[in-house]
């Protein structure tokens, strides 16, 4: 910038004036100043010119600020409405909440109602139906037939009509969790596909109408279903001769170990012992200790397979059988039965095939290949008739060589074109139950091997092993398996990593209740710890599989996000959790006499 001349610089002119007279110096000083004036004005001229560039350059910005002001403004606007927006839309959702949740109450509580007033007390609310005319005609015309003392003054029935009764039942029924409305994958006690057909050929005049003290000519047909399906049977495992008696698997046990037991005795043994595994059902060491024998428990190994070592540890003359599953319980193939039935037989014992869940071997393999020396087969699991609830079940009871003449009496044999029954077995253990066993559960089997044949038997087993292992890897980075490797027809996983989350095997087996599907078998076999035993069937779609696994995976999900209701499930049926433990101990199972309705 231009350096402004300052009075002492002035001063200095005046002074030099000052020698050159007066005059001069005037003009010469009015000629500085002059000058100095320009200067000045051209130094302000350009002081002003500089601040107004700065004054441009300031309402350049401002502008620009403005302009941004402007903007943030409006951002923030938008922001207010956006968040207006969404409490509007959690307004409505919350309401929408309320109002599912409501009607989830109102269903529960109409669930409740239908199972809590019984039929008598729907009854006792109402007058008399008119159906049942008291004082009328119709009774004058009983009191010609029967003397009136034979008459009760009061029956304490429900005062209902036909339409009443029928729907209080169907309420009743649509309560019910059932293979026919629902996926049902209950390991080893499974519900397998029955064949609607079968139920209807079971059903014939022929089969359904006839008595087991008919003479033998007037049954021809049904002695021939009985010795038909027996010879079917030889054919798929192998066995020699079946006795179809026994109604339970649990008898068919029964009836293989006292055959067992008589087989030693006729040879002067008086075995003690029998070996089974510690994945084993229930019903084995039962049975062991109903024949009077003692049971020894063979531990498995790391792959959930019996202990060889810990076998021959076991295993002596005293030895009267091993009782072994296979595919076992956990789902896995004894792949060193050979050992096994050497082994045992080395030692003078018996191999006993507990063949329940015979499907993932239909078709591929046989006990009679295997070495086993008796087998029982759950006719209701394995062929067509629906397990669970206590029967009818049919507990086929197979035998080798050894022990053809200690099967049960009566057996149906042929003669000539004839069927009858044959009470000539010399070491017969006898009769194990009335008559000839659960003839509609016969029917049914024979029906179903008829009609798959052996070729379909093949597709069943290999559909369960298949679907079962879809199950496996679908999730098993979820749910622990215990036993890695290929299963079998069911898997057994242990939900211990969600148990450490606070969620059991019971609560996970209780929310699938919730989603419209059965638990799986909890907490068997006993060696996996928080267990879960699921058997999906070879009978069930891709679609239903995939819809079990998105579930579980939820399931395993909620336990993060919500596990007070995972805790408290079910929730959408008519009793929630009970106390299972007090329902076994004190059953109240007595409308009138229990204490809570006096
Ligand atoms: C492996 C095994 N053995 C024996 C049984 C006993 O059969 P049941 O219930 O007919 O007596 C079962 C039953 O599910 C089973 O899974």
Do not use: W
Not at 166 to 195: E, W
Not at 212 to 233: E, F, N, R, V
Not at 330 to 337: A, H, P, R, S
């Amino acid at each position: 910038m231009d350096q402004i001349p300052n009075q002492d610089n002035l001063k200095d002119k005046d002074s030099l004036s000052a020698d050159s007279g007066q005059s001069q110096d005037f003009s010469e000083k009015e000629s500085y100043e002059q000058e100095y004036l320009i200067e000045q004005k051209r130094i302000l001229d350009q002081k002003e010119k500089d601040l107004q560039s700065k004054l441009d350059e300031l309402q350049q910005n401002n502008q620009a600020l403005e302009a941004r002001e402007l903007k943030l403004n409006q951002k923030i606007q938008n922001l207010q409405d956006r968040e207006d927006n969404l409490r509007q839309q959690l307004l409505e959702l919350k309401n929408k909440q309320q109002l599912l949740e409501d009607k989830l109450k109102k269903e529960s509580e109409k669930k409740d109602n239908l199972c809590q007033a019984l039929i008598f007390e729907k009854g006792q609310a109402k007058l008399r139906s008119s159906y049942v005319d008291q004082s009328g005609n119709s009774l004058k015309e009983c009191y010609d037939v029967f003397s009136k003392d034979m008459f009760r003054s009061k029956l304490d029935l429900p005062n209902l009509g036909e339409l009443e009764v029928i729907r209080h039942f169907n309420c009743l029924s649509k309560l019910n969790f059932s293979v026919d409305t629902n996926f049902y994958p209950l390991g080893s006690c499974t519900m397998k596909y029955s064949p609607k057909i079968n139920d209807y050929l079971a059903g014939l005049d022929g089969f359904s109408n006839i008595h087991p003290y008919q003479d033998q000519k007037d049954i021809q047909g049904a002695l021939k279903l009985i010795y038909s399906l027996g010879q079917l049977l030889s054919k798929i495992t192998g066995m020699e001769r079946f006795s179809l008696q026994p109604s339970s698997g649990a008898q068919g046990e029964l009836c293989g170990l006292l055959m067992i037991k008589k087989f030693h005795q006729s040879r002067g043994n008086n075995k003690t012992t029998v070996i089974i595994p510690d994945s084993a059902h229930g019903t084995n060491p039962a049975t062991v200790s109903m024949c009077g024998f003692k049971t020894l428990v063979v531990k498995s190994d790391a792959k959930g397979l019996v202990d060889i070592d810990a076998l021959k540890s076991l295993v002596d003359d005293q030895t009267a059988a091993i009782m072994l599953t296979n595919p076992n319980t956990l789902g896995l193939f004894e792949e060193n039965i050979s050992d096994i039935k050497d082994i045992v037989h080395k030692n003078g014992g018996l191999l006993y095939y507990d063949g329940a869940n015979f499907n993932p071997l239909l078709g591929i393999t046989n006990p009679a290949l295997m070495g086993f020396d008796v087998v029982h087969l759950n006719l209701h699991k394995t062929f067509s008739t629906p397990h669970g609830c206590g029967g009818p079940g049919a507990g086929v009871v197979g035998v080798g060589k050894k022990l053809l003449e200690y099967l049960p009496t009566p057996l149906v044999l042929e003669k000539n074109g004839e069927y009858y029954f044959d009470y000539d077995l010399k070491h017969s253990i006898g009769r194990l139950r009335s008559f000839y066993g659960n003839f509609g559960v016969l029917v049914r089997a024979y029906a179903y091997i008829l009609r798959l044949g052996k070729e379909g038997l093949l597709r069943v087993a290999l559909n369960s092993v298949l679907n079962a292992n879809y199950i496996r890897t679908s999730l098993k980075d979820y749910y622990q398996v215990p036993f890695p490797g290929v299963c079998m027809h069911e898997v057994v996983f242990s939900c211990s990593k969600q148990a450490e989350r606070g969620a059991l095997a019971l609560d996970i087996a209780k929310r699938l209740i919730d989603y419209d599907m059965h638990p799986p078998t909890m907490y068997f076999p006993l060696i996996v710890k928080e267990a879960l035993m699921v058997e999906p069937t070879e009978t069930e779609s891709k679609e239903t599989l995939d819809y079990f696994i998105a579930t579980m995976k939820k399931i395993d999900k909620e336990i993060d996000t919500d596990i007070d209701n995972l805790k408290k499930s079910p929730l959408t049926t008519c009793v929630g959790r009970v106390d299972e433990v007090k329902a076994a101990r004190t059953p109240d199972l007595n409308f009138f006499f229990s204490d809570k309705k006096k």
